[in-house]
């Protein structure tokens, strides 16, 4: 279903899809060619739990749900959400050190995703057990940076064998709290390396993630999602990473569309989907945001 009065079937240009698979490839420029300027802040904009359609490029809806225990239901409606599994907490599977056994889950949520139309996941959550008081510490495998890792690497690896993407969350240092808006974390940089990016460089690396969720929290005094050095210079140039990058829970408050796209946020998770409020007349924000769809697409 390309929107609500349209329907086809697609038919893959399997030749294109191939040469696309090069992210420098020149295609990719005739491909965003093709999508006006709505087309892209729609992209952009409408992805609370949801891909938004985009005809000109035959890019068809298709939906994301939270996890990281299976598929949740929250704002989908998806009609075989009944047939989805309930796996265990990921502070109970990290008690297994088992990364065959994560890698096997993957490929299963995988598979549940190739039948109810979902093709991405909120998952895994690869913060950190800072303290026995976080109220998330259910989402997340562990204290330690490394089986943290290893195992976030595991399920996205079967996912993604499976034709499902992750958004590894929460990027990035957000420990503490229950969705901790207006946080800001103080660390100095060897610590923010070795211990709390340490899980998202493992799983980016390893893994090959190519899908992230920012975070609530500000990294200093700057919004994760807005951090140019956290979500390009880090992540993007550093570790190699190719994909796209979500909000959390999108809150316009704080969570700035230009500053997101500017730094290496792509998309922004609102259930109100809402189209994203970008000054395409603005050649530097303009050219953000092509980045920013075809690192969607």
């Given at each position: 279903?390309?929107?609500?009065?349209?329907?086809?079937?697609?038919?893959?240009?399997?030749?294109?899809?191939?040469k696309?698979?090069d992210?420098k490839?020149?295609?990719?420029?005739?491909?965003?060619d093709?999508?006006?300027?709505?087309?892209?802040?729609?992209?952009?904009?409408?992805?609370g739990?949801?891909?938004?359609?985009?005809?000109?490029?035959?890019?068809?809806?298709?939906?994301?749900?939270?996890?990281?225990?299976?598929?949740n239901?929250?704002?989908?409606?998806?009609?075989?959400?009944?047939?989805?599994?309930a796996?265990p907490?990921?502070?109970t599977?990290?008690c297994?050190?088992?990364?065959?056994?994560v890698?096997?889950m993957?490929?299963a949520?995988?598979?549940?995703?190739?039948?109810?139309?979902?093709?991405?996941?909120?998952?895994p959550?690869i913060?950190?057990?800072?303290?026995?008081?976080?109220?998330?510490n259910?989402?997340?495998?562990?204290e330690?940076?490394?089986?943290?890792?290893y195992?976030g690497?595991?399920?996205?690896?079967?996912?993604?064998?499976?034709?499902?993407?992750?958004?590894?969350?929460?990027?990035a240092?957000?420990?503490?709290g229950?969705?901790?808006?207006?946080?800001?974390?103080?660390?100095?940089e060897?610590?923010?390396?070795?211990?709390?990016?340490k899980?998202?460089?493992i799983?980016?690396?390893r893994g090959?993630a190519?899908?992230?969720?920012s975070?609530?929290?500000?990294?200093?005094?700057?919004?994760t999602g807005?951090?140019w050095?956290?979500?390009t210079?880090?992540?993007?140039n550093e570790?190699g990473?190719?994909?796209?990058?979500?909000?959390?829970?999108?809150?316009?408050?704080?969570?700035?569309?230009?500053q997101?796209?500017t730094?290496?946020?792509?998309?922004f998770?609102d259930?109100?989907?809402r189209?994203?409020?970008?000054?395409?007349?603005?050649?530097?924000?303009?050219?953000?945001?092509?980045?920013a769809?075809?690192?969607?697409?």
């Amino acid at each position: 279903e390309l929107s609500g009065e349209v329907e086809a079937n697609l038919k893959y240009n399997d030749e294109l899809l191939q040469k696309l698979s090069d992210y420098k490839a020149d295609e990719w420029d005739d491909l965003l060619d093709q999508m006006t300027e709505q087309d892209i802040k729609d992209l952009l904009g409408k992805a609370g739990y949801v891909i938004w359609p985009v005809e000109s490029v035959g890019l068809p809806r298709s939906e994301t749900h939270d996890g990281p225990a299976g598929f949740n239901l929250i704002y989908n409606a998806a009609d075989a959400s009944a047939e989805w599994s309930a796996f265990p907490t990921e502070a109970t599977i990290g008690c297994s050190w088992n990364k065959r056994l994560v890698y096997n889950m993957g490929r299963a949520i995988g598979a549940e995703g190739k039948v109810t139309n979902s093709i991405g996941w909120n998952a895994p959550g690869i913060n950190l057990h800072r303290s026995p008081y976080n109220s998330r510490n259910y989402e997340y495998y562990s204290e330690d940076p490394i089986l943290s890792g290893y195992l976030g690497a595991e399920v996205i690896r079967g996912a993604k064998n499976n034709g499902l993407w992750c958004y590894m969350k929460h990027w990035a240092a957000s420990e503490a709290g229950d969705n901790p808006q207006n946080w800001n974390t103080w660390l100095n940089e060897q610590t923010l390396r070795e211990i709390y990016l340490k899980p998202f460089e493992i799983s980016t690396k390893r893994g090959g993630a190519n899908a992230i969720m920012s975070a609530f929290n500000r990294l200093g005094c700057v919004w994760t999602g807005g951090n140019w050095a956290l979500s390009t210079q880090i992540l993007r140039n550093e570790w190699g990473f190719k994909g796209v990058m979500v909000t959390d829970y999108f809150i316009g408050s704080y969570m700035d569309y230009t500053q997101a796209i500017t730094a290496g946020n792509d998309t922004f998770l609102d259930p109100n989907l809402r189209s994203a409020d970008i000054d395409m007349t603005n050649p530097i924000y303009a050219d953000r945001a092509r980045t920013a769809a075809k690192n969607m697409l």
